[in-house]
């Protein structure tokens, strides 16, 4: 499994990098503060703005935010914020979601979730070759689940933590009983989750997000359209819906051209 993911993440940072690394998107203060409430689907503009962590980080606390980059990087990866370099980068950049969520459960713990345990990052590869990935933050009770396999519905399949397709979110089991709830959900360029720095920006965002306990049932939808092929239209409504929140007229999509002809 890690070596299916380390080959997945190379193949969107390959892609990605050579169209949407040299965008530069500035910030007011008061769309930073936006965007730190918008929860995950911001985050393209935290990395495209180019924003310092350590000047986000007390954008984090000015909005009042349960959790800072301060307290991902204590609670996910044991290194003090003041010790780290300026890029972020401390060397424990996740290349699976198997370990996104074992950082995603470290920091929910750190704050005192009891079920910690049962949040998971998911992730749907099926646009990586284009540089894009589905990324979803579930809720789910069971370390054992019975479900039918996500592109192919004739077959049935009992997955644990140690297999690649347990990291997918799975609205039902194999008997139609409901299985994850969906706290977070975002559409995402491939250079957004490819260094340490975003990725920690990815997980403070997403961990806000799930303390707010709102499930979030419109991403099944947008799954179903991801995996049918209709990725960029996902990519380009999340991106205008975000620049409405957040007060920004142009979206990193149609700086991009992303979608548009």
């Known amino acids: 499994m890690r070596t299916f993911y380390k080959l997945f993440f190379l193949a969107l940072l390959i892609v990605c ?107 749907i590869g099926t646009a990586n070759a284009d540089g894009f990935i589905l990324i979803a933050a579930v809720y789910r009770l069971d370390s054992t689940i019975n479900v039918f396999n996500k ?48 990725q920690s920006i990815l997980l403070t965002l997403t961990a806000n997000k799930i303390l707010e306990q709102k499930a979030d049932k419109d991403y099944w939808k947008k799954e179903r359209q991801w995996i049918a092929g209709n990725y960029l239209s996902v990519l380009v409504e999340q991106d205008i819906k975000v620049c409405q929140e957040m007060g920004i007229k142009k979206g990193f999509t149609q700086h991009q051209k992303i979608g548009y002809k």
């Open 151 to 198: 592109f192919d519905f004739l077959v049935r399949q009992t997955l644990t933590s140690q297999d690649q397709a347990f990291y997918r979110a799975y609205r039902t089991d194999d008997t139609g009983e409901s299985k994850d709830i969906v706290y977070e959900w975002v559409a995402l360029p491939g250079d957004c989750v490819s260094s340490q720095a975003v």
């Open 17 to 123: 990098l050579s169209c949407t690394h040299a965008l530069f998107i500035p910030l007011e203060t008061d769309q930073v503060a936006k965007g730190i409430h918008a929860g995950a689907p911001a985050l393209p503009y935290f990395v495209y703005s180019k924003i310092a962590l350590k000047v986000l980080n007390e954008e984090f606390k000015k909005s009042n935010a349960a959790i800072t980059l301060e307290d991902t990087y204590d609670a996910a990866y044991k290194f003090a914020f003041e010790d780290i370099p300026a890029d972020g980068n401390t060397g424990q950049a996740f290349d699976n979601m198997e370990v996104a969520s074992e950082y995603l459960q470290n920091i929910l713990k750190s704050i005192g979730v009891h079920d910690f345990e049962n949040y998971f990052l998911t992730g």
